[in-house]
Nanobody
Framework: QVQLVESGGGLVQAGGSLRLSCAASGRTSFSSYAMGWFRQAPGKEREYIAAISRGTGSTHYADSVKGRFTISRDNAKNTVYLQMNSLKPEDTAVYYC???????????????????WGQGTQVTVSS
């Protein structure tokens, strides 16, 4: 089992940057989990953003953020990051990190594959 806590959200102007962090704690090693980031805007369904494998460091991005966002992880610090650049007003949402038990190279784009979720952090991009 793992507990996830996101941080780093806030208010930023369009074109700006933010870096979100998600710190993991619990009995099971952080390196056992593939990690993902999702977001949910008011009145909309939860949307997949990015994922990273537990072992190979392979990454995958939604088309909406490709080239602007970067997911990374530091297994020594039990933390996954989401660097967000060139932010747009449509990026405004609550951002969630998630952990899913996976094989060495597994990457999950479906929220159904994730077992644990953080409480979310608000990102607001003003125009």
């Amino acid at each position: 089992q793992v507990q996830l806590v996101e941080s780093g959200g806030g208010l930023v102007q369009a074109g700006g940057s933010l870096r979100l962090s998600c710190a993991a704690s619990g009995r099971t090693s952080f390196s056992s989990y593939a990690m993902g980031w999702f977001r949910q805007a008011p009145g909309k369904e939860r949307e997949y953003i990015a994922a990273i494998s537990r072992g190979t460091g392979s990454t995958h991005y939604a088309d909406s953020v490709k080239g602007r966002f970067t997911i990374s992880r530091d297994n020594a610090k039990n933390t996954v990051y989401l660097q967000m650049n060139s932010l747009k007003p449509e990026d405004t949402a609550v951002y969630y990190c998630a952990a899913g038990v996976a094989g060495w190279a597994g990457i999950f784009t479906s929220d159904l594959r994730y077992d644990y979720w953080g409480q979310g952090t608000q990102v607001t991009v003003s125009s």
